[in-house]
């Protein structure tokens, strides 16, 4: 693992952008294999490659850029006058702001690009999200706010998009489940 740790660092230093999109995509692309392998409908139920390869592209080409500049504001833009970087306070601040403002965001733009990506109209994005913003939300508020304290605390700014998207792996799991569970889509 340190051998994989090294590679990621290293390929960090030199190619920041590739090496964000390419682990963002196979995390979010991850995500969606466990979801189709455990929590198939019935035991018979296939593989489906192409639902793979939409959180891939989703991850790599979008949210990679997305997450890497937030986190970057967050560490950058949110401090409390008068505190260090560092200290408890603006930790707090930053996983307040992340939680009030990234995710009420974050969630609905990736059930309404999935619904997109899957052909769907701008009527089942609105169905979609209807049915499963909140609930989405409240789940993502249960788990994220004790991670993102820690993984703001502790984690240097360069590694906590690598940090957020380990986690990533059961929450994107639990996206794609509820992604395919949610409002109809033709799906392939």
């Known amino acids: 693992m340190s051998s994989l740790l090294r590679f990621y ?3 960090l230093k030199t190619h920041p952008k590739t090496t964000n999109a390419m682990m963002t995509g196979v995390l979010f692309g991850i995500g969606d294999i466990i979801a189709q392998l455990q929590f198939a409908d019935t035991p018979d139920t296939n593989y489906n490659p192409m639902r793979t390869l939409r959180p891939f592209i989703y991850g790599a080409f ?8 937030w986190y970057r504001i967050l560490n950058t833009k ?3 006058s ?3 970087t560092d200290h408890w306070m603006n930790t707090v601040a930053r996983v307040v702001f992340d939680q009030l ?6 969630i609905p733009f990736y059930f309404s690009v999935m619904t997109l990506m899957e052909g769907g109209s701008f009527l089942q994005v609105k169905e979609r999200l ?3 913003w909140w609930s989405t939300l409240v789940t993502n508020w249960a788990i994220w706010p004790a991670f993102q304290f820690c993984n703001f605390s502790l984690l240097p ?3 906590r998009l690598l940090a957020a998207n380990l986690m990533s792996i059961f929450w ?3 996206l794609s489940y509820t992604n395919a569970h949610s409002s109809p889509v033709d799906k392939d």
């Open 9 to 11: 660092s290293s390929s």
């Open 62 to 69: 979008i949210f990679s850029f997305i997450g890497d500049k």
């Open 78 to 80: 949110i401090k409390i």
């Open 82 to 84: 008068g505190k260090p």
């Open 101 to 106: 403002f990234f995710a009420p965001v974050g």
């Open 130 to 132: 209807n049915e499963i």
């Open 157 to 159: 700014v360069q590694h």
């Open 172 to 174: 994107n799991t639990f």
